[in-house]
């Protein structure tokens, strides 16, 4: 644990659900001050996420968390301010992109961005292929489709909604903001003041987290099953 900085991922590595996953403290208490949460979360703001795993038992400052949802409508707040958006998401999304200076309207919108929304609709799916046709540009905060409930059942992901918009808009590019892509990556880099060949990469998720991260010649940690320290560190009790 001697790099000069650590992405980490969340889901599956440091909790499962609402569990903490058993190698979570030692890890975080390994990297203090060195580390970023960065996840494909395009539902909740890093405030909320910070008190959620605060009430789990994991201390993380909402400055050391980088999301695939906040970070997708800051990346539209600095490329096109002022924008006309229709944003796809919660309630929390959407108060942070007004707070950012976009402007929320569904009537030919400039810009299209889909999130986690539990509301999903066919309304929302009318609206937002019909934005596409008009000429708004696309943009999907992660690609996930799906990640597994606590008895393994498919939760709808992102990926999921965007796919039923992308299917009925027809032909259109979207441009994916979420791991694998770079910009996570790279924000919480920049956040740590390390390049990405000096950060190593903690997470269970080959496609997003090992591919993204390969792409960047930053390293990669694989976690299998929640287990991140080696076997013989577990045995000297380290
Ligand atoms: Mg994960």
């Known amino acids: 644990m001697n ?3 650590y992405l980490i991922d969340l889901d599956g590595t440091l909790i499962s659900g609402n569990q903490l996953l ?3 403290l030692w890890l975080l208490e ?8 960065v996840s494909n979360n395009a539902e909740h703001t890093p405030q909320q996420l910070s008190r959620r795993l605060k009430r789990l038992g994991l201390k993380v400052d909402a400055d050391n968390i980088v999301l695939a949802g906040t970070t997708a409508i800051d990346r539209l707040a600095i490329d096109f301010p002022g924008a006309t958006l229709l944003l796809i998401g919660s309630p929390a999304l959407q108060r942070y992109a ?4 976009l402007v929320l309207e569904s009537h030919r919108p400039d810009l299209v961005l889909v999130t986690r929304d539990r ?3 066919y309304a929302k799916i009318a609206l937002a292929a019909n934005a596409i046709r008009q000429g708004a540009a696309l943009y999907v905060a992660a690609p ?7 008895n393994g059942e498919p939760v709808p992901e992102t990926g999921a909604l965007a796919a039923a918009i992308i299917s009925c808009a027809g032909h259109c590019q979207a441009t994916v903001i979420g791991k694998p892509e770079p910009v996570l990556f ?10 990405p060949e000096q950060a190593v990469m903690i997470g269970d998720n080959l496609q997003t987290d090992g591919l993204g991260a390969k792409r960047l010649n930053m390293a990669f940690r694989h976690v299998v099953n ?11 009790g380290k």
């Open 226 to 236: 929640g287990q991140i320290r080696e076997p013989a560190a577990l045995t000297q």
């Open 30 to 37: 390994q990297v203090k001050g060195r580390y970023m949460l």
């Open 98 to 101: 007004r707070n950012k200076g």
């Open 144 to 150: 996930d489709v799906s990640h597994p409930g606590p």
């Open 3 to 5: 790099a000069k900085g």
């Open 119 to 121: 509301q999903f609709s």
């Open 186 to 195: 790279q924000m919480a880099c920049a956040k740590l003041n390390v390049l």
């Open 22 to 24: 058993p190698d979570a």
